[in-house]
Nanobody, 121 residues
Framework: QVQLVESGGGLVQAGGSLRLACEGI????????VGWFRQVPGKEREFVAA????????FYADSVKGRFTISRDNAKNTVSLQMNSLKPEDTAVYYC??????????????WGQGTQVTVSS
C-alpha cells in the first residue's frame, strides 16, 4: 500500500509555469507506475500524464503534450509534473495516482488528495 501527497499548486498567469510534486509514502513506491490527473467541478476526471516505475517510459494527453513533463526520483519517492506555457483551460484540481503493472491511463489504485492549479487569463 502507498499514500500519496501532492504539493505545488497555486495561482499563475497564462503563459507561466508551475511544478507539482507527488510524494509517495511507503517502501514500495518505486515499484508503482504514477499518473497525474485533473478534474474541474462538474466534469469527469481527465488523464494528464503517466510514468513507468523505472522512470523510463512516459506518455501524455494530447492537450498537454509539449508543455508538461513528468519525471520521477525514486531515491526521494517523488514524482514531479513540470507545467509550462499554462493556459486558463489547465485550471483544475490535480491528483496523482499510483498503480502496479502496465503504464496506462486508467485503473489506478491509490490517489492523493489533490492540489488546486488556477491559471488566470
Amino acid at each position: 500500500q502507498v499514500q500519496l501527497v501532492e504539493s505545488g499548486g497555486g495561482l499563475v498567469q497564462a503563459g507561466g509555469s508551475l511544478r507539482l510534486a507527488c510524494e509517495g509514502i511507503g517502501r514500495t513506491f518505486s515499484s508503482y507506475a504514477v499518473g497525474w490527473f485533473r478534474q474541474v467541478p462538474g466534469k469527469e476526471r481527465e488523464f494528464v500524464a503517466a510514468i513507468r516505475w523505472s522512470g523510463v517510459g512516459t506518455f501524455y494527453a494530447d492537450s498537454v503534450k509539449g508543455r508538461f513533463t513528468i519525471s520521477r526520483d525514486n531515491a526521494k519517492n517523488t514524482v514531479s509534473l513540470q507545467m509550462n506555457s499554462l493556459k486558463p483551460e489547465d485550471t483544475a484540481v490535480y491528483y496523482c495516482a499510483a498503480r502496479t503493472g502496465l503504464l496506462v491511463a486508467t485503473n489506478y489504485d491509490y490517489w492523493g488528495q489533490g492540489t488546486q492549479v488556477t491559471v488566470s487569463s
